[in-house]
């Protein structure tokens, strides 16, 4: 195929498991919107105007195949009552968690979006995007599973003595979050969301063992996702897949956001024309990658698991560093651009 | 010796996050081998195990996090004689810098508890704050864990501070293991890729310096 194609046209063709004109990269780029207006992390995520200009500055210097609306973890937890930290050189982090006892889970209740000042500028930023590109590009929103979002909620800690000591209680929470999500991701695609990027490292075997998964995450991302009036991509942020592809092919997602830790040959032999693959350059140690090295490692990528479509190049967390260059992402660009055209010339 | 034979019904029961079944178990042991055996040649080669298994992926964090809590209550309560094991052992803690994240940093400490060292817990600290009371508490060994990148690189600043004070620095958490290289370009002396590293790389560290 020798036609250019939009970057809606790129993304659903490779979803489709059929081959574009060039494999599809999403830089899932959130603070590094900030540096391009100069502004601080904490002050760039006031505003949704600051997310709208952002985003569009850096699709136009790195020319990837999506807009990323995902502010940052914790906005999940602030529309729940909780706090933010925000740092001058990284993501922000939730503070305190709101949940200082199992027994609070009982008073829970899930935040309404439409009363949510922090979501509402999501969706203000989602819409604004949205008039921009029309359907040209792919607009990826984000929610937290209900089955990862308590890691934030009651601290990692507690959350795994609650799944091995309190089944009743965490049935609980995941009930809660569970609405939530649900009618968070339905906002976002009302907004204008082409897809919803569903984090759930919990359900990733480097996190949270198989037999546990089944019977908490797996079973609420099945109810979930079929709820979400939109195609899903689920992430495990840096966790492994493998051993749960089949699974999480049943729960409905279209595509699993995979891990360095994995080898891209396996999870494409895995996920062949099951599902698609979101992957997997290292996020950390791209800080002090060279441009070569940036080079060497799309075309290590798109060589093992390009052939054929379903796959979307992309880091493996979800969220590049803040400490990464600009240079290396411009190389990551150019190397895709030139290595990634159809039919592939090298895997 | 510990029978070979019973290392892997121990794993099972950990790995299995039981932990009134793995108390029963360790109970009977106060009868049939002492505190040390049951350290040295059950407890902590159990957890290296499962360490091991986290880093190939066939275990999971949250396995490691309940096998480590369980391990901890096990030599605390049941096997309180190994207190006096370390009384040799020099000044040293464990913290979490500048991170809300904690997981890391609990099953370290943890596992060190469970395989008879004593340690400080400085919580989580601010690198002025670490590097303060670490030249205060007089350390000899300062674990550091972290779980975000900017974190992690803050490290260097606690290297530099601390140089010339004969301060062991070792290091782990997630940066680390998708960087293997990290822990060099932020001038630590280790690294620990799992909970149970931490207690080769002390281990390692206490005989050298003997």
């Not at chain 2, 464990?94 to 060190?112: E, M, P, Q």
């Amino acid at each position: 195929m020798t036609t250019a194609m939009t970057s809606m046209q790129r993304v659903l063709t490779t979803l489709g498991h059929q081959e574009p004109d060039r494999v599809p990269f999403f830089l899932l780029l959130s603070i590094h919107g900030a540096k391009e207006l100069g502004l601080s992390i904490e002050d760039y995520f006031s505003k949704a105007e600051n997310i709208v200009q952002g985003q569009l500055r850096l699709r136009a210097k790195y020319n990837d195949d999506c807009l990323y609306t995902f502010f940052h973890a914790p906005l999940e937890v602030e529309a729940f009552g909780g706090e933010v930290i925000f740092s001058a050189d990284g993501p922000p982090n939730s503070g305190r968690p709101i949940i200082t006892t199992p027994t609070d889970i009982h008073d829970l209740t899930a935040p309404k979006v439409e009363k949510t000042r922090c979501l509402q500028k999501v969706l203000q930023a989602t819409r604004q995007l949205k008039a921009e590109v029309d359907d040209e590009v792919p607009i990826i929103g984000v929610v937290m599973s209900p089955f990862s979002l308590p890691v934030m909620q009651m601290g990692f800690a507690s959350y795994i003595d609650l799944q091995y000591e309190q089944p009743d209680l965490l049935e609980k929470l995941l009930q809660v979050n569970m609405q939530f999500c649900i009618d968070w991701a339905n906002a976002q695609l009302s907004a204008g969301a082409t897809a919803i990027c569903y984090f759930d490292p919990l359900a990733s075997p480097t996190i949270t063992p198989r037999e546990m998964y089944l019977k908490t995450g797996f079973m609420t991302a099945c109810q979930t996702l079929a709820k979400i009036n939109g195609p899903t991509a689920t992430h495990m942020a840096s966790g492994r897949c493998l051993a749960i592809v089949d699974d999480l092919v049943s729960t409905g997602t279209a595509a699993v956001g995979t891990s360095v830790l994995e080898d891209l040959t396996e999870v494409k032999s895995a996920c062949a024309g099951k599902l698609s693959i979101l992957g997997n350059l290292n996020g950390v140690e791209m800080q002090h990658w060279s441009e070569e090295q940036a080079e060497l490692a799309v075309k290590e990528a798109i060589s093992k698991a390009g052939k054929g479509g379903g796959f979307i190049l992309s880091d493996n967390h979800g969220e590049i560093p803040w400490q990464v260059p600009d240079n290396i992402l411009l190389a990551i660009s150019t190397a895709v651009h030139q290595w990634g055209r159809y039919p592939l010339r090298h895997s | 010796m510990v029978p070979q034979q019973q290392k892997a019904p121990f794993k099972d029961i950990l790995l299995a996050c039981d932990r009134l079944a793995a108390l029963n178990l360790a109970k009977q042991w106060q009868d049939t081998m002492t505190p040390t055996a049951a350290i040295d040649q059950l407890i902590v080669p159990v957890l290296e195990d499962i360490g091991q298994g986290w880093e190939q992926g066939s275990v999971a964090l949250s396995q490691v996090y309940m096998a480590s809590r369980i391990c901890e209550e096990i030599t605390t309560q049941l096997l309180p004689a190994l207190s006096r094991k370390n009384t040799k052992q020099p000044a040293m803690a464990i913290a979490l810098l500048n991170d809300y994240h904690s997981l890391g940093k609990t099953i370290v400490y943890s596992t060190l508890l469970a395989s008879g060292h004593t340690l400080k817990d400085y919580g989580r600290m601010s690198t002025a704050e670490l590097v303060q009371r670490v030249i205060a508490d007089k350390l000899k060994i300062i674990l550091i864990s972290t779980l975000m990148l900017p974190s992690a690189l803050h490290i260097a600043e606690v290297s530099k501070q601390l140089k010339g004070h004969d301060v062991h620095i070792i290091v782990g958490g997630a940066p680390f293991r998708f960087d293997p290289t990290l822990w060099q370009q932020v001038g630590a002396h280790a690294m620990g890729r799992t909970a149970s590293d931490a207690i080769t790389l002390i281990n390692e560290f206490l005989g050298a310096k003997s």
